[in-house]
């Protein structure tokens, strides 16, 4: 079983809806990741939180907002997606922060968006 | 930017053979790490490979790191149906601080 929680696994939504995506882990780890994956595709960095900050943002669009609530909790807002936004989001975690030797990423089981 | 060159990209076995996955980069990581991922779920580590030379197995798979902390291998001897999944190498630290670079994957499918 996943230690990192990923809720809900599957959403659909039209293009001026405003929805979120959350994840939890309660290994105590202090970064937390949102990747975008495409079908049989390599997941793609989106955001990285490290210790409850925002440490890196991969440009992506301001459609897609990240929050941190507390060392547990990692919340992805969604606005104004459009359809080629449809991809699976997976939440990661690891046991250190961000730095020269990168930690091993603990997936969730990922949320299945689709825009309409 | 770093990048990992991951081949094959699609590999179609029977049930009892063997194969390799190789992942290749310009660049030194200081860490590469192999993950399985199968349809509907997230990816699962599978092994972290630190050290160049390095060998680590795991039952059936065996994972290698090149000297030079360049490029990895991994061998699946007597291949299942169970193994079929996407495959992705991730290459820690270098230049690329704070994040993992990964492979294109590799989607491997075993046929009983």
């Known amino acids: 079983d996943t230690e990192v929680t990923q809720t809900p696994k599957h959403l659909v939504m039209g293009m001026t809806n405003k929805k979120s995506l959350k994840c939890e882990q309660h290994?105590?780890?202090?970064?937390m990741y949102w990747y975008k994956q495409k079908a049989k595709k390599p997941p793609e960095l989106m955001f990285v939180?490290?210790?409850?900050?925002?440490?890196i943002n991969e440009s992506v669009p301001s459609r897609f907002s990240p929050e941190c609530p507390n060392s547990s909790l990692l919340n992805l807002h969604l606005h104004a997606l459009q359809p080629e936004d449809s991809a699976l989001y997976l939440c990661?975690?690891?046991?250190?922060?961000?730095?020269?030797?990168?930690?091993?990423?603990?997936f969730g089981e990922g949320s299945r968006l689709t825009v309409l | 930017t770093q990048l990992l060159e991951q081949s094959p990209q699609f590999l179609s076995i029977q049930e009892g053979e063997n194969l390799t996955v190789y992942c290749n980069s310009s660049?030194?990581?200081?860490?590469l790490q192999w993950y399985r991922q199968e349809p509907g779920e997230g990816p699962v580590l599978l092994v972290t490979?630190?050290?160049?030379?390095e060998v680590k197995k795991l039952k059936r798979l065996t994972f290698q790191f090149g000297d030079a902390r360049k490029d990895s291998s991994l061998h699946i001897t007597a291949a299942q149906p169970g193994d079929t999944g996407l495959y992705l190498c991730?290459?820690?630290?270098?230049?690329?601080?704070?994040?993992?670079?990964f492979g294109q994957g590799t989607i491997l499918t075993v046929h009983p």
């Open positions: 490979v630190v050290t160049g030379g």
């Open positions: 990661a975690s690891s046991l250190g922060a961000a730095g020269a030797y990168t930690g091993e990423l603990f």
């Open positions: 290994m105590g780890h202090r970064a």
């Open positions: 991730a290459g820690g630290g270098g230049t690329s601080y704070g994040k993992l670079t």
């Open positions: 939180y490290s210790y409850e900050k925002l440490s």
């Open positions: 660049s030194v990581f200081s860490s």
